[in-house]
């Protein structure tokens, strides 16, 4: 077991916590976070691009000029995509992008992910994390006393609506409820907050 420091919000240790060893001493393996995050990303692509191909193109019911006589270059259709206006040859439609992997994959890249974090230091655990102003100007207050002025994840397990107020218009903090702790926020965020009652949880996943 690996003995981390509990913090305050005025970023004083106010004590330890263990955290596993099977989370401490595990590899970081930047290849495995990035199939992953790759998975992430690609199963939240909406996929609802679509071009209009030739049954879906308003007219060009017939043919428009005769075939010989005119001077013109044979035409069949309005439709054909050679005209202005008319349709796309092999563009993209709808489809879903999802796909998984197997979860044992899933659950080491999340670990070498957190890994990471503790490595560069980026990881802050606190006992308890309230405004009870719900003012957003406490907020920022509470994030210059801890010195965080990047992208912040914060990771919870319980948490009242005046705090989740006073962060909601800060562009670089976000909320995540620990049962849905992934690679990606891991991963895209500076620094992360791990309230106190959520690192349970986290270890109960990743052991």
């Given amino acids: 077991m690996a003995l981390v420091d509990v913090l305050n919000t005025k970023n004083e240790k106010v004590g330890q916590v263990e955290i596993s060893d099977n989370i401490m001493t595990y590899p970081v393996k930047p290849w495995l976070i990035h199939e992953v995050v790759k998975m992430q990303l690609a199963c939240r692509r909406a996929g609802t691009h679509a071009t ?8 060009g019911g017939r043919k428009p000029w005769k075939q010989k006589g005119t001077g013109r270059a044979r035409a069949g259709s309005i ?11 092999f563009g993209p439609q ?6 998984s992997m197997p979860k044992k994959k899933v659950k080491n890249a999340l670990r070498s992910a957190v890994k990471a974090k503790f490595d560069d230091a980026a990881v802050k655990i606190v006992d308890n994390f309230v405004v009870e ?18 992208r912040v994840l914060i990771v919870y397990s319980e948490i009242d609506d005046k705090t989740f107020m006073a962060f909601r218009n800060l562009p670089k903090v976000d909320f995540l409820n620990v049962k849905g702790l992934n690679v ?10 791990i309230v106190k009652d959520a690192l349970s949880y986290i270890m109960e996943v990743l052991d």
């Fill in 133 to 150: 102003s719900g003012k957003t100007k406490d907020a920022q207050k509470l994030l210059d006393a801890m010195g965080l002025s990047k």
């Fill in 79 to 89: 439709r054909s995509p050679l005209w202005r206006g008319g349709a796309v040859i």
């Fill in 94 to 99: 709808p489809r879903d992008y999802s796909y």
């Fill in 52 to 59: 209009l191909n030739r049954a879906l193109i308003e007219g």
């Fill in 184 to 193: 990606y926020d891991v991963v895209n965020a500076d620094n992360i907050i």
